[in-house]
């Protein structure tokens, strides 16, 4: 009689044992066109709908955001006017910009005239609330302002909010003028979403 060693049960068993792997997916920018004037004291804000079906990513690990948001005409913004945010679904919010500059200390904020930049958590420029700027518009890659008051030292409301979420949803961009002086128009916003296929 025949027998099988040992050595050779155990490889045949390791064989038939699949694993299966979260695999990563980088999706290229997604560009939106507006062109919308944002008018003062524009509050509740005006939003903008992007409805994303064709999302490959079952959870998202980063969201960054491309905003185009100036002074109309040049020279007329005031940046702590200013209040952004991002909504998935009527569900996850992440605050870009809360009347930027803004402080215990400083009730004016910063005066320029605003923003070609990326949201990005993480970013090396670091915190967008913070920013030098005195004139002219913003460039560069920043980190989300985050805060639910603009005098708050914590910032809950990252881009982080969305991670675990599918990238298809209701995707809404929400702009809003708080104060009388200064004009903006949204020119174009973006979102590059980047995670996996869900699988453990």
Known sequence: MKTISRSLLLAGSLLSVTTSWAIPINEPTRHF??????ADLQDPP?????TITDSAIVSLTKVELGLRLVGNPVGAGFASEM??????????????LNQVGVSDGDPLGAFYDGWDVTFSDG?????????PLLAGVLTGIWEPDGRIS???GL??????????????GDWFLNVADL???GTMRLESWS?????DNGVA
């Open 191 to 195: 979102l590059t979403l980047s995670g």
């Open 83 to 96: 209040f952004v945010s991002l909504n998935k679904d009527l569900n996850l919010t992440s605050i870009l």
């Open 155 to 168: 910032r809950p409301m990252l881009l982080s909010q969305f991670n675990g979420s599918p990238g298809n």
């Open 150 to 152: 603009p005098e708050d």
């Open 123 to 131: 970013a090396s420029n670091g915190d967008v609330h913070l920013a």
């Open 33 to 38: 066109a507006v062109g919308a004037d944002i």
């Open 179 to 181: 104060g009388i002086g």
């Open 46 to 50: 005006l939003t903008f709908l992007q």
